[in-house]
């Protein structure tokens, strides 16, 4: 596949659509469709344009990554999002998967514990139209018990386990969806919290992505 720096970015985003995520299982239309409209190239630093829209993991500061558009696009369309959700991230990254939800749902609340990517996501997003995100500096769960409950919740990296917690800040009805285990042997989980308080999980996709900081590695609580 060509990359942004020898093609058009157009071509390059039609390619990734049709090469790299429909071929791994995504074929919700309306994530197709907003996939082959967000520029990928804004959310990328400078020195990895050439791979903007190549099927990799791209670094950034403090030892994160962008997710591979394959798996983003995987997550988004698993999370299932309806237009009048409000959706709690964790982990804002450079702002793509952010952005993603964003156009899928009402309102979108991202953490992030790195206080300098606040600022340039925040830049990315306004750039691109899209000004329904709050960003916080948080680093894993909020501390404060008084926080509101949420349609969806989105991990941004994987996890050993889910806490209670975050089960907790669901709607009855809610679904969690993150990449949860150890390497090599993690999977893509959606934890749907039922009427009584207690999730249920369904395994999905086998995929192995970096740790999300701020979260135990053991914790009393499995699915």
């Known amino acids: ?58 670094p950034l500061a403090h030892g994160e990554c962008m997710l591979a558009p394959r798996v983003d696009a995987r997550l988004l369309q698993d999370l299932q999002l309806q237009a009048h959700e409000r959706v709690l991230e964790i982990g804002t990254g450079s702002g793509y998967l952010t952005a993603l939800l964003a156009m899928s749902c009402a309102h979108v609340t991202s953490l992030e514990c790195h206080a300098d990517f606040i600022a340039p996501a925040r830049q990315r997003l ?4 899209i000004h329904n995100v709050e960003l916080v500096h948080s680093e894993g769960i909020p501390a404060h018990s008084t926080v509101q409950t949420y349609d969806a919740i989105l991990l941004g990296g994987s996890v050993a386990s889910v806490p209670v917690a975050l089960l907790a800040m669901l709607k009855p009805g809610g679904r ?48």
């Open 176 to 223: 969690l969806l993150g990449v949860i285990g150890e390497e090599p042997v993690m999977c893509a989980t959606r934890v749907l919290r039922q009427a009584d308080g207690q999730g249920h999980s369904q395994s999905l996709w086998d995929v192995v992505i970096p740790r999300l900081h701020g979260f135990a590695e053991k914790t009393a609580f499995h699915f």
């Open 126 to 129: 306004s750039h691109c139209g």
């Open 1 to 58: 596949m060509k990359t942004h720096t020898d093609t058009n970015p157009d071509i390059a985003r039609f390619n990734m659509v049709e090469q790299q995520i429909r071929t791994w299982q995504v074929l919700d239309l309306n994530v197709l469709s907003l996939l082959s409209r967000l520029d990928r190239h804004e959310f990328v630093p400078a020195a990895y344009q050439s791979l903007a829209y190549s099927d990799t993991e791209l």
